[in-house]
Each structure stands twice: as structure tokens, then as C-alpha cells.
């Protein structure tokens, strides 16, 4: 598939201009490619990859069994790893005692023995009334139980053989919490109410993120991060309120910088629109970008970056149940290398591809995409990146 110049304005705080660019000659162009086609009952939560032989994706599938409290389809967790050559199904972690693991939400690797992951898990004859979390460790010979709880698990990092680091919520008093795994033990430290997500760069530098806040952890405590101010777009109809910005995702990137994807947000609805934010050499630097909604950052360990995104167009529909109308325009990637941003397309919009993931490929500036297409033949997909 072919590259294309991403039509943004690039707003400089300080730093280096991420430059827009077009491709060059497309027979040679690094593009996306189809990598899996799964059915229309098995469903893509997560991506993993820690090497271009070693990657895993993590997710559900629907049964035929009918489960009889509820009347619904019972599910059943669904990982997926890639030895190099193939995706092939892996054996699935198991519940706490009496309990059954119903998906896998989450994935990370830092290799191919150290893999976690993070699911939901039902006690048995209860339906889905009674829900825990399941955190599972691979540690290339079998799955090994790490905790479980009634809780619900918001994110999982696993930036090495030594550490594991979890953020989520108490089911039953609604308090956030922030924990590390190391030597054997878990240790729970402070966490901001607002504290939903996080990259980890390092035990004493984190970088986190909820929908109103990007903070930063320095081993001790977490600090706000000041941001530069951020233009939000006009909306097609002023009186469903003010437009504000959403915080969509965060990386720190292994060499020193960081980037936010920051989007728009009007009560309930989203307004299509991102600027990313890029702190290089201690200064921020913004690049505007019309239309896209960007959900996910990778690192590609090289410097640069990936990043999930669909453009859209949105109506306002005074007549209609809702507000407003979206138009999907393209479901593309974008990757900044050298100053350079670039946008190659992933699937047609007729797909009606929606984003589960993305992840870089270490070693290789290569990627992995994943989600689900709803227009037949549905079914999750995953594609890959080919390109330096």
C-alpha cells in the first residue's frame, strides 16, 4: 500500500518540526499487509511483541454454549501467538478455583518467557454476577497465577524480566490503584483518582494518563504535568456545550521523549480531531491533525513512533435520535521517523474496521495492527507493518 503527505499544520512550541513529507517511489514503499483473518465469534482486546518471531494477541471468542441466567452466549478467552511464520491458537491461563476465565483484556511481553496478561473471570454458577480479575504470567513452560481479585485492571506494563506494573480500580470501593510486582511481591504506591493508564520507562520515571490528565511518576510520588495550551476545534453545534480536550493516549519513549495524543471532547460526544504533543529535549512541540482520532502510540525503539488513527467527518442532525452523525474517512497509521510524519492506510473503510491495538515489532520497524471488521466476511483481523 502506498504512503501519502499528511495534510497538518505543524505548530511549534520549541524543538525540531515533524515535517510532513510525500512517499517516494511506491513499488519500493513499506506498506501494510494482511497478517490474520479470524471468524465473526472471535474478538482482538490486545497486541503484544517482543521480536520478529515472538507476538501474541489476546481477546475472546464466542461458544454455542447459552449460558441459562441470562440467556447470552457464554465466552471464552482467546490467545493467539506468532511464532515468525504463523498465528496459531496458545493455551489459555486459567481462572482462580472456582472460577472460570471468561477473556483476556489485556497483554504484555518483554519476552517470549515472560508474558502477562490480565482477563475477567466468572465464579461458576453465577452468571456474570459475580466478576474478578485474573493476572496470569507465562514463564515459557506454564501459565503461573499472579493475583486475582474484584477488581477491574485498567492497564498492564511489562517493560522487563523484572517488573510488572498494574493500574485499576477497586470493584467494591471504586479507589484507584497503582501497583508494581517485583521480587516475588506486589507493592501497592499512591495513585491519583484520575490515574487510568501508563508507559513505563523506567521505576522512577512513568508517565500517566486519564481523561483530564497527563502526570508523571519519579519514583516517590506523582506530579501533574503542565502541558502548552491546546486549541480545541469549534464544534458543528455550539449549544450541546464546550468543546475540551481528551487525553487518548501517552508514551515515553525509550529515547527520552514523550508524545500525548490529545483529542476533543463535547458532553457526550466525541469531536474528530487530535493534536499530538511531542516533548523532545525538555520542550513540547504540537502537530495539528484535522479530522483524525488518534487512540493508540508505539515505540518503535528507533527513535519514532506508530500511532493508530481514523479520520472522520462529523454532521450535526437536529432531526436525528442523536446529534450528531460520523463518517469514517480512512483508517490509516501513522509513523514519525527523522522528523518525518508519515500516513499509509491499514483496510478500506468498507471493512468497517474498527481499532483493537497496535504494537511496534523491537528490532525491526516493523508493526502489528489489530481490530475487528464489520461488514462480511466479519471477523477480528490483524495486519503488519513491512518497512523500516
Known amino acids: 500500500m502506498h504512503g501519502f503527505r499528511v ?21 519500493a514503499a513499506p506498506g501494510w499487509q494482511l497478517s490474520f ?22 481477546g475472546w471468542r464466542r461458544t454455542k454454549e447459552v449460558d441459562p441466567s441470562n440467556g447470552s452466549y457464554v465466552t471464552a478467552p482467546l490467545i493467539r501467538h506468532w511464532n515468525g511464520s504463523a498465528w496459531t491458537p496458545f493455551p489459555n491461563p486459567a481462572g482462580p478455583r472456582g472460577s472460570l476465565l471468561r477473556q483476556v483484556s489485556l497483554i504484555d511481553a518483554s519476552s517470549p518467557a515472560n508474558v502477562w496478561t490480565s482477563g475477567t473471570a466468572v465464579v461458576a454458577g453465577t452468571g456474570d454476577a459475580a466478576t474478578r480479575s485474573v493476572l496470569s504470567r507465562w514463564d515459557g513452560e506454564r501459565w503461573r497465577l499472579m493475583g486475582s481479585g474484584r477488581t477491574t485492571i485498567t492497564d498492564l506494563d511489562v517493560p522487563d524480566g523484572d517488573s510488572a506494573w498494574i493500574v ?3 470493584d467494591r470501593t471504586r479507589g484507584v490503584f497503582f501497583k508494581r510486582f517485583h521480587d516475588g511481591r506486589w507493592t501497592s504506591l499512591p495513585a491519583p483518582a484520575s490515574l487510568r493508564e501508563i508507559s513505563v520507562r523506567s521505576s522512577g520515571d512513568i508517565w500517566g494518563w486519564g481523561p483530564a490528565a497527563v502526570m508523571r511518576w519519579d519514583g516517590k510520588a506523582w506530579h501533574t504535568v503542565s502541558l502548552p495550551a491546546i486549541a480545541a476545534p469549534a464544534a458543528p453545534e455550539p449549544a450541546y456545550g464546550p468543546v475540551r480536550v481528551r487525553f487518548d493516549a501517552v508514551l515515553a519513549a525509550a529515547n527520552g521523549d514523550v508524545w500525548v495524543a490529545a483529542g476533543f471532547q463535547q458532553g457526550d ?27 493508540t502510540l508505539a515505540d518503535d525503539g528507533s527513535g519514532g513512533i506508530h500511532a493508530a488513527t481514523s479520520r472522520q467527518s462529523i454532521t450535526a442532525t ?28 491499514i483496510t478500506p473503510t468498507a471493512t468497517g ?3 483493537s491495538d497496535l504494537v511496534a515489532i523491537p528490532g525491526t520497524g516493523s508493526a502489528l495492527a489489530a481490530g ?4 462480511p466476511p466479519q471477523g477480528d483481523v490483524i495486519f503488519r507493518y513491512w518497512g523500516p
Open 168 to 170: 485499576g480500580r477497586d
Open 353 to 355: 474496521f474498527q481499532w
Open 269 to 295: 460526544w466525541s469531536q474528530p480531531g487530535t493534536v499530538l504533543l511531542r516533548r523532545h529535549g525538555g520542550t513540547w512541540e504540537q502537530i495539528r491533525l484535522p479530522g483524525d482520532v488518534v487512540t
Open 37 to 58: 483473518r479470524g471468524g465473526a465469534d472471535s474478538f482482538i482486546n490486545d497486541l503484544a511483541a517482543t521480536g520478529p518471531a515472538d507476538a501474541w494477541s489476546a
Open 372 to 375: 475487528f471488521g464489520w461488514r
Open 318 to 345: 437536529p432531526d436525528g435520535q442523536d446529534p450528531y452523525g460520523y463518517t469514517t474517512l480512512s483508517i490509516d497509521a501513522l509513523r514519525s521517523t527523522d522528523g518525518v510524519l508519515t500516513r499509509r492506510p
Open 7 to 27: 495534510p497538518v499544520a505543524v505548530v511549534l512550541a520549541a524543538g525540531i518540526a515533524l515535517t510532513p513529507v510525500a512517499p517516494g517511489d511506491a513499488a
